[in-house]
């Protein structure tokens, strides 16, 4: 059984929890803030890796510089920032503390 507070996305290609996560955080939902907090930190830690791959591209064998292989750890790399954004608490904890306050209580 799922929870049924918003998911976001397990997997970085999966745009029907981003979808879920965005209609749930236009009902101002404090675990949607959480939820894009992460989502955030996975897109930093993505543009991490990728900076990190392309300063040591100089030092990379020849031989195994395809394509294929750059799409491959590219997808890789995505996928493990979502993972360690998940693990980590420090963006979701940062943004309760500093905009879940601001967002007003809706009373239902």
């Given at each position: 059984m799922m929870p049924a507070g918003p998911r976001g996305a397990d997997v970085y290609t999966d745009l029907n929890g981003l979808a879920q996560l965005k209609s749930q955080a236009r009902a101002q939902s404090p675990e949607a803030l959480k939820q894009t907090a992460q989502q955030f930190e996975a897109l930093f830690l993505?543009?991490?890796?990728?900076?990190?791959?392309?300063?040591?591209?100089?030092?990379?064998?020849?031989?195994?510089?395809?394509?294929?292989?750059?799409?491959f750890r590219d997808m890789h790399d995505q996928q493990m920032a979502l993972q360690l954004s998940k693990n980590s608490n420090f963006a979701s904890r940062h943004a309760g503390e500093t905009i879940g306050p601001q967002i007003p209580q809706r009373r239902g």
């Open positions: 993505q543009s991490t890796l990728k900076n990190m791959r392309q300063a040591g591209e100089p030092f990379e064998s020849k031989l195994v510089d395809n394509s294929g292989i750059r799409a």
